[in-house]
């Protein structure tokens, strides 16, 4: 399995997602009004512990790697995303590949493609710089770390704010799978797909700090002012 890693970034910070995160995640997801929709988030303390202990399964399975999304300035957990759908070509083998076993990697298996998904957001941050900086943090890790080829991001077709904020990334469609499985509402959905290639990551590198220098040239807050409910609570 791939090695658990913090992420670290101006505005986002991305950590293993862990019990401790639990009480974070309820106040992220209270903020929510009413279901996601089209995304998993756990509605209280009893389903925020069944998602931590089940992205923990994920990862010793090795089929993802899950973070809770803690912010820089204020040390509140405000979301989670993750690595999904690791994607081994020759076995797991590093790329290129490697006569070494798996074993001894000190990182870890090494997948050659991946996909990004599974992000939810309060919605005190929407609109700000945490996902562009999340977003960042993670193709980086991808395509600079483990070398990847391909990184793949999906959305219900219906959910049109989340496609348009992965087109802005840079990220090129592969087309719209129709009646591709069901969705949280209960409907057959379509999911539209989209890729970047290891070749196409400087470029969209490039556009992704180029979002983030247009926000501070404007002078906009790099994120909304969080709520009292979602500071963490004073220790001790």
Known sequence: MPAPVILHGRIA????LAPHHVPGLVAAAAALDGPAGFTVVPHG???ARTYVFQAEAAQLAGTA???AIV????ECVVGA???TRLDYWQGPLTWPLSAEPVTALPGGAIPDAVEIGNTWLTPAVRGGQV???AKLLLLTHAFDSWGVRRVTLRAD????????????LGAVSDGVRRAHSRGLDGAVRDTAFYSILHDEWPGVRARIHEQLAARAMRRAPLMPAIPPSLRPLAIG
């Open 13 to 16: 910070r991305l950590e293993p």
């Open 45 to 47: 303390e009893q389903e």
């Open 65 to 67: 790697l899950a973070f």
């Open 71 to 74: 912010t820089v300035a204020d």
């Open 81 to 83: 995303t993750r690595f």
């Open 131 to 133: 996902n562009l900086d």
């Open 157 to 168: 077709a219906r959910n049109l704010r989340s496609r348009a904020a992965i087109e802005r």
